[in-house]
């Protein structure tokens, strides 16, 4: 399998990058940001949950996010290979997607980091934010806090 981890702060660009490697190599593509919204509009007891954090810019707790990482793969046994887009953002994470990896006899293939500086960072955000619809792209507070929280937790 082609396993990828795309790595980097909110707004580096991970989703757009994912999109060309999915038109190009074929293989899954899973965000959990994507997934929490999905539950979130659907107003399910995961979203309902997830909304808790989301809404500050924090990160949902680890048990709630990996167990959803691993239904989401343990849904698509047949593929090629997967993009993990925003995942592992903890070290519980990283550590747990090992462990799930290796105990599908696979493993992580690839690691890239998009790094881009904060202020574009920002500016990325808030012109998204105007078409995107996510209350957490329209907050200048918020951003900062997402940055900050992927400083001090994910990097
Ligand atoms: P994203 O779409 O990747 O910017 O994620 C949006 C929000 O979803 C984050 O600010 C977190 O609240 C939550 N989230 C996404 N992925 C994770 C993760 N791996 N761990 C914890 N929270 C996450």
Request: proline share 5%; no cysteine; glycine share 10%.
């Amino acid at each position: 399998m082609l396993n990828i981890i795309l790595f980097g702060p909110p707004g580096s660009g991970k989703g757009t990058q994912a999109q060309n490697m999915v038109d190009k190599y074929g293989i899954l593509h899973i965000s959990t940001g994507d997934l929490f919204r999905y539950e979130m509009g659907n107003n399910t007891p995961l979203g309902l949950k997830a909304k808790e954090y989301m809404s500050k810019g924090e990160l949902v707790p680890d048990e709630i996010t990996i167990g959803m990482l691993e239904n989401k793969v343990n849904a698509n046994p047949d593929v090629q290979g997967i993009i993990f887009d925003g995942f592992p953002r903890t070290i519980p994470q990283a550590d747990a997607l090992d462990k799930f990896l290796e105990s599908k006899n696979t493993e992580v293939t690839l690691l890239l980091a998009l790094d881009v500086p904060d202020e574009e960072l920002v500016k990325r955000l808030l012109k998204r934010g105007e078409s995107s619809g996510r209350a957490d792209d329209r907050d200048e507070n918020i951003i900062k806090n997402r940055i900050s929280v992927y400083k001090s937790e994910t990097s």
